[in-house]
Structures are given as C-alpha cells and as structure tokens.
C-alpha cells in the first residue's frame, strides 16, 4: 500500500493492488455515521448510499455520500444539523482531485427526523443538470440543482413519503419524455416499535417480524412537479419489504418494468401495462424464488445484459447461503435462472451482497458483476461461525462468454451502497462504495481495451456490435450511478453504434472511433 | 394446597388453639405472608405431632419458601404419618430432586410424567427417562423444557455409548459431535485426521464436504465430494452432492453426467431427481428436465422438495409454451409453501 498526497484532506491513502494488475482504491476521508447501539435498531446496518453525477456540468463526476445520523436513547431526532452527520457533496477538480462542496452547495441540511438512506438522481425538470433526491428512515428530500453550484430543498408531502424508505430511482414510466420516481419502502417499523431478537445475545431482527410496505410510484408533470400515481398505477397494492429496486423494459413491449428486489420474501416484477398500469408477475417470470424454490434477502438490483444478447437481466444480492441469484432474459417474458451455470452460484454462496453493477471492467465486451459485500448482522460469526460480517468487495468477472471468476477487492468491511461511473474519463469503469460506519473506498479500474463513454438521455439504448449498454442512474443499493453509457469494446477501434432513444426515435452512426467520449442526441 | 386443615378445623374435638393457628395459617399462605404460615403451622406440628396435615402443611410452606432443605425431612414427616397423600408425595419428591437427590426423588414422582423424567435423567437412567419425558411431551407437545430434557437425556446416552468407542472411530464420533454443536472448524480437523488415520473409511469425505456446504464453500465440497465418489463409486448420496456441487459451478456437461449416474445408482432419490432435473434444464432439454421433476412429484407430494419441484415445472411449462400446465404447478406451488409458512408461523409461536 502506498500512500499518494493530493493536498487535500479528502485523499486518505491510495492502496495499489499486486502488480498493477488490479484496480487501485481510494480511501475517502468521509465518515459514514450510523450509531450502532444496544437495541440493534434495524435502521443502522442497512444506510448508506452514494452517487456520482456530474452536478456542475464540468464533464467530471462529483461524488454525494449519504449519511445516516446519531442515535440517541429517547430521541426522535438523529442530528442532522451537527456536521458530523451531514450528507456530503465532493466536487471533483481537474487533477482528479475532489474537494468537500457540501455547505457551498447549501445541501447542509436534512430534516431532523430522517435518518440517511440512499439517493437517486436525475434531471427532474429537463433542464440539464442532475437534480437530488434522497431516502430516508423519516423524510425523504427533493433538492432542485440551481445550475449555480447550489441545491434548494422543493420537497411537497408527496415525495416527502413518509416511513422508512430504502432505495429511489427515476425512470420514464409513461413514455411521456420525463423521469418518474419510484421509491422503496423497507417495513412497516419504527423506532418505538422496535424489538430485541435473538438469544443469549441480540441480533438485528429477521424482516418477517415486521409487517410489509406499499411502494410508492410518483409521476413527474415534466416540471420536476410530482404526483402520486402509487393507488391508480397497482403499485400500492401489493405491499413488500423492498430495498432495492431496478428498471428496464425487461419485455421488449416499449414500457419501462420495475424490479423489486423484496427482503426475505418473495421478489416482485411490476410489468408496466401501456404506461398506466402495473401487473406483478415475478412468479410468472420465474424471478421471484430461488433455484430452490425459497424467498432469499433481496438487497440490491442489476437490471442489465450481461451476456450480450440485448436482454436484460437480473442479478440480486443476497445474504450469504443464498447464491447470488443470476437470473437471464429468455426473450419470451420469462428468465432462467443462471447463477448455477454461469458458476456464480458456487462464487457467491460465502458472500453476502449490496450494491451490484453489471458493468465492463476490463472493456473486453463482456459485462462484469461488481458487488459490494458484507453481511447484515455484525455478529453473524457468533450464530454461524463459518460466517463473516466483514468482507471485500468482490469483482465477479466474465471472462469467457457466460462464465464468470471471483476477484476480492480490498479489505474486509461493511460495505454497503455502490455506485458506478468513469471517475477520471480515461475509459475505466469505476466504482464508488459507501461502508457502514466507516469510510467509503473509490475503486479505481485500470485502463486497458477499447472503450466508449456516451451521454444520452436517460432511457437511450445503445448496441455496438453484440455490447449493449442503457443510459440510466438508477440500481444497485440504495446508490445512484452515472447516466452515461459505458461500453468496452474489446480490440475494435471503430465501431458502428445503433442508438434507439426513449422516444422511439433510431440513430445510426457508422465508423464511430473508439476511446472517446460522445454524446448523441435525439434526431 | 392447604392439605386437609380445612376439614380437620370441622371436626369438634379441635381445640381452639389448633383452630386459631390454622386458620391464621391458612390466610397468611393466602396471602404471600409465607413467614407467618410457617410459624402458625409449625406450632400445629408442636401442638398435633401426629397431624399429618400440620407437616404436610409446613412442608409445603418450606417449599414455596425454596427452602428445600427443610422442607424434605417436614414432608417425610408428613408422609409417616399418612402416605395417602398424592400431592405432598410429589412435592417431596421435586424437592429432593432440587437439593440433588435425584435418585431418592424417582419413588414420589410416579404421578408427573415430567417430573419422573427429569429424575430419572438426573439419577443416570436415560433410557426411562426418554420414555417418561416422549410420554409427558404426549401432553405438553413442543414444550422447549422437556425437549431440552429428553435432548439432554439422549445426549448423555449417547454419551455413554460414545464413551466405550476407541481408536479412530472414537474421533469420528468427536467430529460429528461438534457437527451437532456447531463447531464446524474442530469437526473437520476431527474429520482429517479421521481420514489420515483411515482413507479407505467410507462417507468421511462426504461428511467434510457437506460441512463445507454449509459455510457455502463449494470448492472444497466438491473437491471433498469428488474424492468420495473415487472412494464409493456406488453411493448415490455421494454422486448427487457431487453432481450438485458441479452445476453450482457452471460445470454443466460434468453435472449433468454425475446427476444422470446418481439416478441410475438410485432411481428414487428426490434429491438426486430435483438437481437432475435442474442440470437437464440448464443444458436445454426441457422435455428431459420435465420428465425428471415429474418423477420427484410421484414418490413426494408434500415436502420441501415436492414444492420446489412445482415451481420448477412451472417455469419448465411456461417455456414449453404450456400456460394451463405452467399455472398449474405455479398454484400448487403457492400452496404448499403458503401451507408451509402458515405451519412455520405456528411453530415459531
């Protein structure tokens, strides 16, 4: 390990993995706050998400980390106003270096009541620059970006929410050109409702002791003004225990589809019926169960094609025993289940995971499996002793079609929230992850093969060859990632792209040259 | 349990010192006052010293009071005076049981079931007390008390089976027992030196591997399974663990050969079946993987498997494009685990 000075505070260590042959981390000098105390509140093992965006329009990527607050006995507050809990901002410099924007950027401030969940970003009011939106156990908040560096707080009572909410996402549910917001809702608790699980000792409580939520499904007027369409749409119907949650239009029919990724119990797959309504056919689908027939701990959502056969598919983190569950797009409205094929099941089944990205690390043109790992009992070991609370990262890597390798990234930690983007621009994917009570790691991907970044609009598609890749932030845990389009192209120095806009308009582009960063409109 | 005062206080001869003592005693038990009770019983066992009910009495005082110690010779007393009395038998016998004589108690235990277990366990009678504590589970089923009792009792009998068991075999049961316990690291040393000591010793690979299973280590099961199959190449458990391992592993041509040998090994091993008919599935051969499913169903119906094998024909039928059949399976798939989860709710109730 050594360590790199960038002179500023934020740069803690940078930590070379053997050879160079791996990813370099980043140690960030942000401590996530989560109180853990004696009566195991569920709330503290499940924060922190993160998000990189681009909030300043500088072309680099900034990164927002979610804190989650201090717990104190009797207290209904979490003291958010107390710099120590605040969430933070860090805008990124161009020498790769980022500095700490949070009070600059007047996102200072979070309600009182809302302990730090997750965030999700978008450009809720089509004006260009990426809007804020954070979950909470409490209130969640809606930060409108000024376009002057700085945010103001325009949450309404509907995306307030109320309870405790868990992961949020945008996404254009009514094809009519805007990003909705959905919201997961975790349980049906609260902190005086709270119980001791486990003896002799105490454990973080199973989620079948506590009732199920309604999700909510918050539609956008085109203005960054929201309406709740959680009763009309279906969604309020069917209550969950959601935590993560993923969109893409898994059917091929035009209409973007929810993945819900559901804690201990069965998952959900909302099929999105013309824009107006929702169906959940996830047992239809074949992605609700396990390869064994049970409900497993749904955490975190990849909604993406990995093997390059332009379907999405979907891969959910779960506790460990479970087998992360691989599920691929069979192209008819059903998916198989592919962990145990892919290898994934045997990989995975020690692990537990959180935030997860199908993405192309080591751009050859196969999509990898990132996932931020640990377990959600801190003191798992004591009830399973071939159990681990901390673990590394883990790059679950593609590397012959259909197969993937484990690599272990870093040292063993809670983590939790990840997100993904090219931090530096040179054509590497990275990832960003927020570790529970500790603090978050940037990994850095080594560049290597051929590359495209490519802004978009939200909901683009784009294919270049058999590499398929989909402008979106949302997925993952609780995180919120880059909306541009990343495609690892292997050895190809040009490449013709197929570009399919949210709109339903097509744009051909021939002989495009690799290793760049592009940006395509809609015709 | 005032034993008998109250009738003694109708009877004319009582004088009415007698009298006042035990109904001053009587209200002051009523009440929680035990000291008083005591004291105004005692003075009936000095006033009557052949009234059984006066020693019963204060006994039974003493045992509230947990003091066991003279509570035994006062309900002995009672006893010599007259043994008709059922329940100051058994008081006296809990508490000998109580202040460690166990083997004394068992003769005043014959009317708790429970009770005569706990005594008979405690007195190094396992055998008899497994069958009083099965007998008092009959009336108190899932109580955690006496399971606890009737797993201690079969413990200690196993315990002294275990205990003659020399050499090798001695270590195997030492590895199994952590098994049981929970201590998987020491059962798989206790396990490699089983297999260090005896390599030809069927099922010690499938053991370590099933252990590494459940700390979801794969690599070494399989390694560990593979090993037991060279070993016992006619163990349809090991072939299945074996075959399961590989299709966990993406080893699919591999899986589906070992699966496909289990079966012939052991044609009606749902286990076996189930993953047969998963690897089937994987390899693309739905008609096959249909076929292997079905065959599960006709030998269970109800078991964990059975529902996974619903599930599994369900997503087999939809492929198939058989919509009647695929929804089906998927109802009784939501069946029986709805069946299961509701019996699983009481349970842990």
């Known amino acids: 390990m050594s360590v790199k000075s960038f002179g500023l505070t934020l740069w803690l260590c940078v930590a070379a993995s053997p050879a160079a042959q791996g990813p370099s981390l980043v140690v960030l000098n942000f401590q996530h706050q989560n109180t853990p105390t004696q009566q195991k509140y569920l709330i503290e093992t499940m924060g922190g998400g993160v998000a990189v965006l681009d909030y300043n329009n500088d072309g680099l990527l900034d990164i927002f980390l979610v804190n989650s607050g201090r717990i104190a006995e009797g207290s209904k507050t979490f003291a958010r106003n107390q710099p120590a809990y605040w969430n933070r901002l860090y805008r990124q410099g161009p020498a790769g270096t980022f500095t700490d924007v949070t009070a600059a950027a007047k996102l200072d401030r979070m309600p009182l009541d809302a302990y730090g969940m997750g965030v999700a970003t978008a450009d809720i009011d089509s004006d260009g620059w990426l809007d804020l939106y954070l979950t909470s156990y409490g209130p969640n908040v809606l930060y409108r970006n000024k376009r002057d560096g700085t945010f103001e707080d325009v949450t309404t009572p509907v995306t307030k929410a109320s309870g405790w909410s868990a992961s949020a996402g945008f996404f254009d549910y009514d094809n009519d050109g805007d990003q909705d917001l959905f919201v997961t809702r975790y349980l049906d608790w609260d902190m005086s409702r709270n119980i001791l699980c486990g003896t002799p000792f105490h454990a973080y409580c199973r989620p079948d002791k506590f009732g199920p939520m309604s999700n909510l499904l918050l539609q956008n007027d085109g203005k960054g003004n929201f309406k709740d369409q959680s009763e009309a749409t279906g969604i309020a119907a069917i209550k969950g225990k959601a935590l993560g949650a993923a969109f893409r239009d898994y059917d091929e029919d035009g209409f973007t589809d929810i993945f819900v990724a559901n804690d201990g119990m069965e998952q959900y797959l909302f099929r999105n019926q013309q824009g107006t309504t929702f169906q959940e056919v996830a047992l239809e689908a074949g992605v609700a169960f396990g390869d064994d027939g049970k409900p497993f701990a749904g955490m975190g959502v990849a909604f993406d094609d990995y093997d390059n056969d332009g379907k999405p598919d979907l891969a959910v983190t779960v506790l460990a025993l479970e087998k992360y569950p691989l599920f691929r797009n069979n192209g008819d409205g059903t998916f198989g289940y592919a962990s145990g094929s892919t290898g994934l099941a045997a990989l995975t089944a020690p692990s537990s995971g959180w935030g997860v990205q199908f993405a192309d690390f080591d751009n050859d043109g196969r999509k990898d499996l990132f996932v931020a790992q640990s377990h959600v009992l801190d003191n798992v070991e004591r009830i399973h002793s071939g159990l681990r609370y901390l673990e590394p990262m883990a790059l679950y890597r593609q590397t012959t079609a259909g197969k993937f390798e484990r690599n272990d990234i870093g040292t063993p930690a809670a983590y939790r929230g990840a997100t993904f983007g090219d931090l530096n621009n040179d054509g590497a994917m990275d990832a960003v992850v927020q570790v529970l009570g500790g603090k978050p790691v940037i990994v850095y991907g080594k560049p290597q093969n051929r590359w495209l970044l490519i802004k978009a609009p939200a909901g683009t598609a784009v294919q270049a060859g058999n590499v398929h890749g989909y402008a979106t932030t949302s997925g993952s845990y609780q995180s919120a990632s880059d909306i541009r389009i990343h495609l690892g192209l292997g050895t190809r120095e040009k490449v013709d792209l197929d570009v399919r806009f949210p709109n339903g308009k097509r744009k051909a582009l021939t002989g495009v040259a690799t290793n760049q960063i592009i940006e395509v409109t809609p015709p | ?349």
């Open chain 2, 1 to 349: 349990m005032t034993v008998a005062l109250a009738m003694l206080l109708t009877l004319a001869q009582v004088t009415p010192e007698l009298r006042q003592a035990a109904e001053s005693g009587m209200k002051a038990r009523q009440s929680g006052d035990l000291a008083t009770a005591a004291a105004e019983f005692r003075k009936i066992t000095q006033m009557a010293p052949n009234l059984a009910a006066g020693f019963a009495n204060l006994g039974a005082v003493y045992f509230e009071q947990k003091d066991y110690v003279q509570s035994v010779p006062t309900l002995r007393r009672a006893l010599e005076l007259n043994a008709n009395l059922p329940g100051t038998r058994t008081q006296l016998g809990t508490a000998l049981l109580a202040t460690g004589y166990a083997v004394e108690a068992i003769p005043y235990l014959e009317a708790s079931p429970e009770l005569l277990g706990i005594a008979l366990l405690e007195g190094g009678r396992e055998r008899e007390a497994i069958d009083r504590l099965e007998a008092a589970l009959q009336t108190k089923p899932k109580d955690p008390d006496l399971l606890f009792y009737l797993g201690q009792a079969h413990s200690r009998l196993a315990g002294k089976v275990f205990a003659q068991v020399t050499g090798v075999r001695a270590v195997q049961l030492s590895a199994e027992a952590a098994v049981v316990a929970g201590r998987r690291e020491q059962a798989a040393k206790a396990y490699a030196e089983v297999i260090a000591k005896r390599p030809d010793l069927l099922g010690m690979h499938l053991a370590l591997g099933e252990l590494a299973l459940e700390s979801g280590d794969f690599a070494t099961a399989g390694k560990e399974f593979e090993k037991e199959v060279k070993l016992a190449p006619g163990s349809a458990r090991a072939a299945w663990r074996y075959g399961a391992v590989l299709l966990n592993q993406g080893n699919n041509a591999a899986a589906l050969s070992e699966l496909r040998r289990a079966n012939q090994l052991q044609p009606d091993m749902p286990e076996t079946l189930l993953d047969l008919g998963k690897a089937e599935l994987a390899a693309g051969s739905l008609p096959n993987a249909q076929q292997a499913f079905e065959k599960l169903l006709a030998i269970e119906q109800e078991t964990l498997l059975a529902e996974n094998a619903h599930l599994q024909l369900s997503n087999v039928y939809r492929r198939l494009n058989r919509p009647a059949d695929a929804e089906r399976h998927a109802k009784l798939f939501r069946e029986l685990r709805q069946r299961r989860t509701v019996s699983d709710v009481k349970q842990s109730k």
